[in-house]
């Protein structure tokens, strides 16, 4: 069974920095496009930051030169380092994949369970 598990999450003030983390554990073969989302209450999940295999990145125009999106070699953690935090940037983070378990299986999306991130001003 595939498991995205976030780490990172917490309490900071408006200007400071967090990192985010995600591990991918399981049956898996490859692993292709890495991302964060984020929602806030009565709001639709949106995109973070994105990360293919090859390391191409793609950010939200909100989160552009503050947030940095990478990915370890082995290919299945991904992190998301926050600087400048605004009380705007509060949260729940998810970690999103694009995935196969096996070398014959469809590639399939998962999310992580969310770890809430809180920017006080």
């Known amino acids: 069974q595939v498991q995205l598990v976030e780490s990172g999450g917490g309490l900071v003030q408006a200007g400071g920095s967090l990192r985010l983390s995600c591990a991918a554990s399981?049956?898996?073969?490859?692993?292709?496009?890495m991302s964060w989302y984020r929602q806030t209450p009565g709001n639709q999940r949106e995109l973070v930051a994105s990360?293919?295999?090859?390391?191409?990145?793609t950010y939200a125009d909100s989160v552009k030169g503050r947030f940095a999106i990478s990915r370890d070699n082995a290919k299945t953690m991904v992190s998301l380092q926050m600087n400048s935090l605004k009380p705007e940037d509060t949260a729940v983070y998810y970690c999103n994949a694009d995935l196969k378990s096996g070398i014959f299986v469809s590639p399939k999306n998962y999310w992580g369970q969310g770890t809430q991130v809180t920017v006080s001003s």
């Open positions: 990360i293919t295999r090859d390391g191409r990145t």
């Open positions: 399981g049956k898996i073969a490859r692993i292709d496009d």
